[in-house]
């Protein structure tokens, strides 16, 4: 699976994380996060690297201000080729049921499609 793919389902069950959810859910989110955590950890770190190599100077706003053009684009594309990595953390996909209170954008569901398999009736 791409890093990339792991960061995004991580920030997403981040979010998950701040809702009271049943018991069993709430236990695999927590598994599932605890091994998507190894990626994040890593997206950090490989970024940090790239910040130390880059040297831009953090704004007010929070972005990233480079020396020229060439910088921010070489930064860009640096980040998106970490994203891009095949992992070697293995995924067991869980599967959740829907419930009432669990919520959730589709964009999100998309981003854990493979990660986490929704089902309904349950």
């Given at each position: 699976m791409k890093q990339g793919k792991l960061v995004n389902a991580y920030k997403v069950i981040s979010e998950l994380y701040q809702q009271r959810l049943p018991l069993p859910i709430s236990y695999k989110l927590y598994k599932l996060r605890n091994t998507l955590k190894k990626a994040w950890d890593f997206q950090i770190d490989s970024e940090r690297k790239l910040i130390d190599e880059f040297k831009p100077?953090?704004?007010?706003?929070?972005?990233?201000?480079?020396?020229?053009?060439?910088?921010?684009?070489?930064?860009?594309?640096?980040?998106?080729?970490?994203?891009?990595?095949?992992?070697?953390?293995?995924?067991?996909?869980?599967?959740?049921?829907?419930?009432?209170?669990?919520?959730?954008?589709?964009?999100?569901?998309?981003?854990?499609?493979?990660?986490?398999?929704?089902?309904?009736?349950?």
């Open positions: 100077n953090p704004t007010d706003d929070g972005r990233l201000q480079f020396a020229d053009v060439d910088s921010a684009q070489a930064f860009d594309k640096s980040v998106k080729e970490v994203l891009d990595m095949d992992s070697d953390i293995e995924i067991t996909p869980v599967t959740l049921p829907l419930i009432d209170g669990m919520s959730i954008t589709p964009e999100d569901i998309e981003k854990l499609e493979g990660i986490i398999n929704f089902t309904e009736g349950e």
